[in-house]
């Protein structure tokens, strides 16, 4: 994929290996220079037809998707972001889509979404705090109290989405629709955790 020529990122800073190696404040770095894009044709709203920001709008959503379901972290770690808030008068915030972009990015290492959708870790962290296993993950996985909960984030994504079956390209291909409930999410999640979460404990403590 050609992304040179999408919304004039430097692919050779986008595209990292593990980026979970990327310290968090650099990972914002990456975000807000994603971001910086939209602000720049927000200040255009009141300049170009409605017609035409719409459509400008757009192409860039797409690019940011063609993006990340390349495998580009940053971009899906936006996606949460931009799903999770909506954006006023061309596209409502859809927490379904929000949720399934974010834990995607986590599992491919971001920072970022573990602190946008920490209500929703929440109840992992709590969990695997309460297993009294600490201490053997963090020996285990030669860790320390600064890096472990992004680690411990990190496998729990990957395992929820092998349980729920959520993958990069179906959620990029999806069509935007208003009315996703979340509420049947969560549940579906909930009942997908009785089952990750041993197996998340296995794997790393």
């Known amino acids: 994929m050609n992304i040179e020529n999408l919304v004039n990122f430097d692919a050779n800073d986008f595209f990292i290996a593990d980026i979970s190696e990327v310290e968090y404040e650099n990972q914002r770095v990456f975000f807000n220079i994603i971001r910086e894009q939209f602000t720049e044709l927000n200040q255009k709203e009141d300049i170009l037809p409605q017609d035409v920001f719409v459509r400008e709008y757009a192409r860039k959503i797409m690019d940011v998707i063609e993006m990340a379901a390349g495998g580009c972290v940053p971009a899906q770690d936006f996606l949460c972001y931009i799903y999770k808030r909506g954006i006023d008068g061309l596209m409502p915030s859809n927490l379904v889509r929000a949720h399934e972009w974010g834990i995607l990015a ?19 962290f709590d969990y695997v705090a309460d ?15 600064d890096n472990i909960a992004d680690f411990v984030a990190q496998n729990y994504s990957i395992l929820l989405l092998e349980e729920m079956k959520i993958d990069l390209l179906t959620v990029a291909k999806k069509v935007l629709v208003d009315d996703e409930n979340f509420i049947r999410f969560n549940y579906d999640a909930e009942q997908a955790n009785k089952k990750v979460l041993p197996k998340l404990l296995e794997l790393i403590a």
């Open 106 to 124: 986590v599992s491919n290492g971001s920072k970022l979404s573990i602190e946008r959708l920490r209500l929703f870790y929440e109840s992992m």
């Open 131 to 145: 297993s009294g296993t600490i201490e053997s993950i963090l020996i285990k996985n030669k860790l320390n109290e």
